[in-house]
């Protein structure tokens, strides 16, 4: 019987897997599609995630990030980061990474869908399979988590993320975020003639939600652009974080916005406690663990969300950065720091 198996075979499902590897842990990942998988995502790594995909043997390309830089059309303010740089890297070469980090320690891959899981008290049926544990890290829209019964309704002002690259050499070390009374834009160095270009807000073409950005759409005029690439509602609830021997991680487990940029760190964080409570043979103990260090993340997310629904109040967000900037650099290292 196997020790684990992990349903995802994304960033977070991989990072999964290799903490059980390295726990002595018998682990299979289960993941339908082959090869690299690319996604809307705004691929920047804060400091923490840079340093547990480092420590986990994963090689990272890309750019360097030295802070977070706030951008409206009349100021800005920017925030380094104190625990060590960032890394802009695009989706498809993270993931190929980790996958070349998978393939070198020889976990097994499994390219099927999981369709049925069932609880045996002292193990879990994965399709038949039986193995102690089962870790669904299958994304925003996981289907896993509908097997298990924890979907939870996501609410109302649920927002969608489309993203691009754009060749051109980056002009910053810094994740820039330009505000607009609709949306916000992420620009990510992602490599020596690249930028990543990932949009926020409610429905609309790409163009159209770039070209309400009056600080960054004209810098952008007449570059070649990849296809535009979109992932949403980005909203997403689970009941709970553990039913029996099963374990959600990263954003199968509950997802509140893309705004403060770390969800690959915190999903990392989780993969680093759900294995902690597999190998302790406590599974009751990840809703804990999940709780603590989704909180600072959750807490901060939430509070600029709220801000940010109100149209008057979204205009003063970066005019309030920029007067107060010692306390925006405490928040951006807040996230930043490791969990």
Known sequence: MRDLVVAGGGPVGLVTSLYAARAGLDVQVVEPRRGVIDKACGEGLMPA???GLVDLGVRLQGHRIDGIRYVDPRTDVQARFRHGPGRGVARTELHDALLDAVRATGIEVAHRSVTCVEDRGDHVLVDGEPARYLVAADGLHSP????????????????????????????TSFVEVHW??????????????????????????????LAGISTLAPRLLGLPRSRVRGAGPLRQRSSARVRGRSLLVGDAAGYVDALTGEGIAVGVAQARAAVAAVVAEDPASYERSWRRVTRRHDLLTRGLLTVTRHRSLRTRIVPAAAALPRIFEMAVNELARPA
């Open 180 to 209: 607009s009374p609709l949306g916000e834009a992420y620009v990510t160095p992602v490599g020596e003639d690249r930028v990543g270009v990932a949009v926020l807000g409610h429905r609309g073409r790409f163009e159209d939600l």
């Open 49 to 51: 995630a840079v340093a």
């Open 144 to 171: 896993v988590r509908r097997l298990l019964g924890l979907e939870a309704p996501a609410g109302v002002g649920r927002r969608y993320g489309l993203r691009c690259h754009v060749e051109t050499v980056p002009w």
